[in-house]
């Protein structure tokens, strides 16, 4: 009963190595099969060292040697090979041993604890905590709540104490139970995963869409000033006919009318901003129309050369989350309240620079966040920009003085 214990109890160990690789290695979906060969393989060698030799040494190279063979086998320099075998076997070791002091400390006396159930919760749980927070999501667009670690915490913890009451004797009730609760653990884990992939990819389609609005929108732009321009060069000749007979006639004032009708006829076409960058015309004119036929006093600056080594999705998410935000700020205030919005984006030798000020209500929040009617998005809106910003070696910096609010993110090319 003790083998059997200890072959289900290494499968979510093996389970908690294969975890942790994912923190270092950047494995292609096709990796899937190689996986499931090479961690089984592992298994079988981890295990038959521990039965056939039932020695502490052999059985930690047993875990050390295929370890680094695989990172090998996955293209992985021998020194970062070796780096994280070392760092396993450091987790390990000290997961055990805090959990065989707690044990001795406590008088525990239950197999849940003995056949090393618990340390593998907890190596799963330190797994998971440190994969989200410094590696496997540190590019991605949303980064998870301090709610995720509380809640993986908990869930190890009750386990543990569940483990502790029904598992306590070597039999194969407790076997059952003690497989039932690891199997609980990691689909609670690989849940709460997609739970929050799905929620960064329709993050990301909502972005996309936002993005092919906008193109929609400058293409639209676009077309109309070239139909109005070939309408203007149909009617040239009658044009210039009218303007030499008001010049002879010295009708001056007339003509300046006339002038002054005609450019109007083809800047008409509400474009707004034309830094000669498409990518970002078309989000701040998409972005800022509602603009135009209002009382919002507005200053915009945009100098920007057609092509930036910063990718145009992630610009987009930057610079329409701030306009988003200072809209909003915009539209809480009343008739009689001054409305201002200044926009400046200017590229400098190696890095983009974007600042956003708008005046607001007063009304802010200890994080220096304004007064939103959908505070969720606006806060994940902030955290997306300063994810982004930090991506590109930037920062993400906000300022307050009376009832201004201004913004501004540095960007790095890479």
């Given at each position: 009963?003790?083998?059997?214990?200890?072959?289900?109890?290494?499968?979510?160990?093996?389970?908690?190595?294969?975890?942790?690789?994912?923190?270092?290695?950047?494995?292609?979906?096709?990796?899937?099969?190689?996986?499931?060969?090479?961690?089984?393989?592992?298994?079988?060698?981890?295990?038959?060292?521990?039965?056939?030799?039932?020695?502490?040494?052999?059985?930690?190279?047993?875990?050390?040697?295929?370890?680094?063979?695989?990172?090998?086998?996955?293209?992985?320099?021998?020194?970062?090979?070796?780096?994280?075998?070392?760092?396993?076997?450091?987790?390990?070791?000290?997961?055990?041993?805090?959990?065989?002091?707690?044990?001795?400390?406590?008088?525990?006396?239950?197999?849940?604890?003995?056949?090393?159930?618990?340390?593998?919760?907890?190596?799963?749980?330190?797994?998971?905590?440190?994969?989200?927070?410094?590696?496997?999501?540190?590019?991605?667009?949303?980064?998870?709540?301090?709610?995720?670690?509380?809640?993986?915490?908990?869930?190890?913890?009750?386990?543990?104490?569940?483990?502790?009451?029904?598992?306590?004797?070597?039999?194969?009730?407790?076997?059952?139970?003690s497989?039932?609760?690891?199997?609980m653990?990691?689909?609670?884990?690989?849940?709460?995963?997609?739970?929050?992939?799905?929620?960064?990819?329709?993050?990301?389609?909502?972005?996309?869409?936002?993005?092919?609005k906008?193109?929609?929108?400058?293409?639209?732009l676009?077309?109309?000033?070239?139909?109005?321009?070939?309408?203007?060069?149909?009617?040239?000749?009658?044009?210039?006919?009218?303007?030499?007979?008001?010049?002879?006639?010295?009708?001056?004032d007339?003509?300046?009318?006339?002038?002054?009708?005609t450019n109007?006829?083809?800047y008409?076409?509400?474009?707004?901003?034309?830094?000669?960058?498409?990518?970002?015309?078309?989000v701040?004119?998409?972005?800022?129309?509602?603009?135009?036929?209002?009382?919002?006093?507005?200053?915009?600056?945009?100098?920007?050369?057609?092509?930036?080594?910063?990718?145009?999705?992630?610009?987009?998410?930057?610079?329409?989350?701030?306009?988003?935000?200072?809209?909003?700020?915009?539209?809480?205030l009343?008739?009689?309240?001054?409305?201002?919005?200044?926009i400046?984006?200017?590229?400098?030798?190696?890095y983009?620079?974007?600042?956003?000020?708008?005046?607001?209500?007063?009304?802010?929040?200890?994080?220096?966040?304004t007064?939103?009617?959908?505070?969720?998005?606006?806060?994940?809106?902030?955290?997306?920009v300063?994810?982004?910003?930090e991506?590109?070696?930037?920062?993400l910096?906000?300022?307050v003085?009376?009832?201004?609010?201004?913004?501004?993110?540095?960007?790095?090319?890479?």
């Amino acid at each position: 009963m003790t083998t059997l214990f200890y072959l289900f109890s290494n499968v979510f160990h093996i389970y908690a190595t294969y975890q942790f690789s994912n923190v270092f290695l950047q494995k292609k979906k096709e990796s899937a099969k190689s996986d499931v060969v090479l961690f089984t393989l592992y298994y079988i060698i981890n295990s038959c060292a521990y039965l056939l030799f039932d020695n502490r040494l052999i059985t930690i190279l047993s875990n050390i040697i295929p370890f680094i063979l695989i990172f090998l086998y996955y293209k992985v320099s021998l020194f970062k090979s070796l780096l994280s075998a070392f760092v396993l076997c450091v987790f390990s070791i000290v997961v055990d041993t805090a959990v065989v002091a707690i044990q001795s400390l406590l008088n525990i006396n239950s197999v849940f604890f003995d056949e090393g159930f618990v340390s593998n919760i907890v190596l799963l749980t330190l797994v998971n905590i440190i994969a989200k927070s410094y590696f496997k999501y540190s590019d991605q667009i949303v980064k998870l709540p301090i709610m995720y670690y509380i809640t993986v915490i908990f869930v190890s913890l009750g386990s543990i104490m569940v483990g502790y009451f029904v598992a306590k004797d070597l039999n194969v009730v407790s076997l059952i139970l003690s497989v039932i609760i690891l199997l609980m653990n990691i689909v609670i884990l690989y849940l709460y995963d997609n739970l929050v992939n799905m929620f960064s990819q329709q993050y990301e389609t909502d972005v996309i869409e936002q993005q092919n609005k906008a193109y929609l929108n400058q293409l639209h732009l676009m077309q109309e000033s070239q139909m109005k321009i070939r309408f203007l060069k149909h009617d040239m000749k009658n044009h210039i006919i009218n303007m030499q007979s008001l010049l002879s006639a010295e009708k001056y004032d007339q003509l300046k009318d006339y002038l002054a009708e005609t450019n109007d006829y083809i800047y008409s076409n509400n474009v707004i901003i034309d830094s000669g960058n498409e990518t970002i015309d078309s989000v701040l004119n998409y972005k800022l129309a509602p603009l135009e036929n209002n009382s919002v006093e507005k200053s915009y600056h945009v100098v920007l050369p057609e092509q930036i080594l910063i990718s145009s999705f992630d610009l987009n998410i930057v610079i329409c989350n701030l306009i988003d935000n200072a809209l909003e700020a915009l539209s809480l205030l009343g008739e009689n309240d001054e409305k201002k919005i200044t926009i400046d984006i200017v590229y400098k030798q190696g890095y983009i620079k974007i600042l956003v000020g708008n005046s607001f209500d007063g009304i802010i929040h200890k994080d220096k966040r304004t007064r939103k009617n959908d505070e969720i998005n606006h806060g994940i809106g902030l955290k997306s920009v300063q994810n982004i910003a930090e991506k590109y070696g930037g920062i993400l910096k906000t300022d307050v003085a009376d009832n201004w609010f201004e913004t501004s993110v540095i960007m790095y090319e890479k």
